[in-house]
């Protein structure tokens, strides 16, 4: 699990006083990105180096509390479940007092660039699951 | 079943060349704005005059096909489930060939200004059922 | 001059209840787009058959009036200057009842994959003049 | 002047590759916020407490080089005049290795809920211009 800090602005709200509800899944991203970070990967050299890409599959997310403006917030990020081909992430948004404001996953599947399923590469694979509790299994 | 027109602009994707995964949520925004419009609803009415709101408490979106810069997109947007305090709507993403892009949910409850459930106004519910085939029951 | 309607969604807003402030240069895009479709240019078409692409070296917006969540606004987009490598794009921003709420300017280079300035295609920039009063001279 | 860092997100960026032009004025309002905040300053506060608004009147960017996904970037934000009811931001955006990659500035007036110039309040006159260089003068 790695956590993110995101400070909300105004540009994340709405006309409801509260973050436009969007916005989670770019929360959401800015997690997944640091995740991957602190594991020692990036996104952009699996896409150069490996002409891979890890396109969305399915996005889901339960809103609990309102974020606002201002909000100091946290996104904690961890790999569930890899598969050959995909990966399905979870999170959860935390503000500064400890309070859960949202959960959420997404499913990615890795892909080349004509679009069609195929291994993530072996070192992101080993990379990944480092300090992650997960299911690991075959299928897709 | 409502459809609105969509044309993606460049500020709606992102480097992988497509659609950027938050966007269909806006997307499907504009679907439920323009349903509530053509049951003669104005949800800006539902805030100002009976003081409700309809924040989301659950989304989601499965992702098919990318949507790209400039399709022209509709979204079909249905109202599925309608009890005392919430509503769940669904969403068909299609793509001016027919192509299926993605599909979606979000379920809304409906609020008072200090945030607690609340019934629908009568004629709110009366209205949104309009040539709708949905499941009407109890609970919240 | 062309004309493209936009229906503001709560997504565009802020909690000041109001379109936010970067959120017009996305609606100047939209209208840019249209402006294009209309003399029967696509942007798209720009970047792969012709290699050029035209990102935005300058951009301001003057904010008169507040655009709010359900406004139909009109985008007026007017092509003010061509030069041999680039295009200066002026913006009003009307609502449904007249009232003028922005206006802007985007001014943009005309370059190739590598970032280079290079001239517009002739095709381009016949189609781009027609109907429209505007300064064409030398220069960059 | 103040530093705000920022990490470019996926969502940030178009299909050109680079961060989208409007998102640029994110960035300057994150700047704003951090700004105010080094400062002892809150914008919450100012709407609650003194219920004064600071919306934007004039905004502008020249786009050098562009931002590009995981850049890390800094906005510089100063403040740079102060009248009594108004003010004037500028904003430098700088990669990590030190490159420019835009400039920009944003007027706001300062108004009451119905949307008429007033003074800043006196309080914030003076902690806004702690440490900065600035043309204060009378005038709207």
């Not at 006309?15 to 989670?24: E, K, L, P, S, T």
């Not at 598969?83 to 859960?100: Q, T």
Request: glycine share 10%; with cysteine; hydrophobic share 40%.
């Amino acid at each position: 699990m790695e956590r993110t800090e995101i400070r909300v602005i105004y540009g994340d709200t709405d006309q409801m006083g509260v973050v436009y509800y969007a916005n989670y899944l770019r929360f959401f991203e800015a997690g997944r990105n640091e995740f991957l970070r602190a594991k020692g990967l990036r996104y952009a050299e699996l896409e150069e180096r490996h002409a891979r890409r890890l396109p969305v599959a399915q996005a889901g997310v339960t809103y609990r509390q309102p974020a606002r403006y201002d909000d100091l917030l946290a996104v904690e990020t961890s790999l569930v479940k890899l598969r050959r081909a995909s990966a399905r992430f979870e999170y959860r948004l935390v503000r500064e007092d400890g309070a859960l404001l949202a959960t959420g996953f997404t499913v990615h599947g890795c892909v080349d660039p004509m679009g069609s399923l195929k291994r993530l590469p072996p070192e992101w694979v080993e990379r990944l699951c480092v300090g992650e509790a997960l299911a690991r299994a075959g299928g897709g």
